[in-house]
């Protein structure tokens, strides 16, 4: 497959012509990369209004994924932005106000965009979590969540998977959706890469109706460049109007040379996909190995590895210490879990080096916490009207009985202990302190 942003940008940089455009490095190196830092001039199309080279690119990219598919060069945020947007516009096309119900693990970016669309949202919480960013839920919870709804949702939102690996049962969850005539909208932000496995596991195939993949999480693409995909079976509305719903919240002048990187993807997909097949037994039996070593290995799917070690004596913290120190460094991680995201880039040697490290460490008296409770934080004020109220940041222990101003939430994994709009209680503030957040942005 071809990669026509490439090739122009390349071709354009070999011309070595004076460039009275922008940017203002005009080519020169100054970190190396700048010749093929460009801008819209003639040629190189326009993003969100593509009939050229983009245009192309993003046929082969939507052959790949088997739907349409748009780039972003601002990350899943983006897309999650003009996903809720698209919800929103489609339901006041028939007059309704936008209902969405939605995971409670949602990333702040949905929350954002709900409090900026002025859409409905009700929260789902699984039956059982480990932590307020986790916590998986079942096809027969969502089934039950939108019976008890007073009237019918426009659309129901996951995160699948989350950021400890864990994986919902799409397929299920997405003929529940239909049996009831709600829309499907996932955050696969981590699980771009689950498209080439052998069986596809992306939520388009596995029957969601919308979804964005951060293709820098997981698939050889820079950081900042994802997708938007809208399957064939979704309203056409969402199609006809993705390009203004993206362009609504997006900078006018995208980067070229992500735009670059999610059009090189399209001409080497295939290599990755037998890469990835080929990687799959080295992931498998790493994790295998922790089990049997004394981890508590949590992730399900297959490029990640979230990890306990309080049965054979560390917290998260501690493991996570010892971890940097040799070289290692883990995507995330807190008291209880430490999380590596693996890539057929990482190769053999590196997964070998990784399994050699954690199958070292002196076992020790087992470290049991005591997991916070989950919080489900009481609705005050709605969201949209939140965002325009003045705020104040406090210390934590002082914001009992406050209501919250700003999402809090610590990056990663950006997903808030409590919402704009939901009152700061005990339970809050206990778990606010468990991961080491000491402020709160709260209403005046």
């Given amino acids: ?58 046929a082969n990219a939507s052959y790949i994924f088997g739907c349409p598919t748009f780039y972003s060069a601002e990350g899943s945020t983006l897309c999650i932005q003009a996903m809720i947007y698209l919800i929103a516009s489609y339901a006041r096309s028939s007059s309704r106000q936008p209902f969405i119900l939605a995971a409670r693990n949602a990333h702040r970016s949905f929350v954002n965009a709900a409090a900026l669309t002025s859409a409905d949202v009700v929260w789902v919480y699984p039956d059982s979590a480990s932590a307020y960013y986790s916590g998986v839920l079942s096809a027969f919870e969502v089934e039950h969540a939108i019976m008890k709804c007073e009237r019918k949702p426009d659309a129901f939102y996951i995160t699948s998977p989350d950021y400890l690996g864990n994986i919902a049962d799409i397929l299920s969850i997405s003929a529940v959706c239909r049996k009831h005539g709600v829309l499907l909208i996932v955050d696969n932000a981590h699980g771009a890469y689950l498209k080439f496995l052998p069986e596809s596991m992306h939520p388009i195939d596995l029957g969601a109706d919308m979804c964005c993949d951060s293709a820098h999480k997981t698939l050889p693409v820079i950081t900042g460049g994802a997708y938007l995909h809208i399957s064939k079976k979704a309203p056409s509305f969402f199609l006809e109007n993705a390009n203004k719903a993206l362009a609504l919240f997006a900078s006018s002048s995208p980067s070229y040379l992500i735009l670059q990187s999610l059009d090189n993807f399209n001409a080497i997909y295939g290599e990755y996909k037998k890469a990835l097949e080929s990687f799959i037994p080295a992931v498998y039996k790493l994790k295998n190995e922790c089990i049997s070593y004394g981890y508590n290995v949590i992730s399900s799917e297959s490029m990640k590895l979230a990890v306990s070690a309080e049965d054979i004596g560390y917290t998260g913290d501690e493991l996570a210490s010892d971890v940097v120190d040799a070289g290692i460094v883990p995507e995330f991680y807190d008291r209880d879990n430490v999380v590596f995201m693996l890539s057929p880039y990482n190769g053999i040697e590196s997964v070998q080096r990784a399994e050699d490290f954690l199958l070292s460490r002196e076992k020790k008296p087992s470290v049991k916490t005591e997991y916070p409770e989950i919080p489900r934080p009481a609705v005050k004020m709605k969201p949209c009207e939140v965002i325009y109220a003045q705020s104040e940041i ?36 206990e778990c606010l302190k468990y991961y080491g957040i000491k402020e709160c942005c709260v209403v005046k």
């Fill in 1 to 58: 497959m071809d990669a026509p942003i490439v090739d122009f940008v390349s071709k354009y940089a070999k011309a070595n012509r004076i460039r009275f455009h922008m940017p203002g490095h005009k080519g020169k190196k100054v970190l190396g990369f700048e010749k093929l830092d460009i801008t819209e001039i003639d040629g190189a199309d326009e993003l969100f209004a593509p009939e050229g080279i983009i245009a192309q690119s993003l």
């Fill in 394 to 429: 406090l210390p934590v222990d002082e914001c009992e009985g406050r209501i919250c101003a700003y999402s809090v939430v610590g990056c990663p994994p950006a997903v808030p202990i409590a919402v704009c709009g939901e009152l700061i209680d005990r339970v809050v503030i």
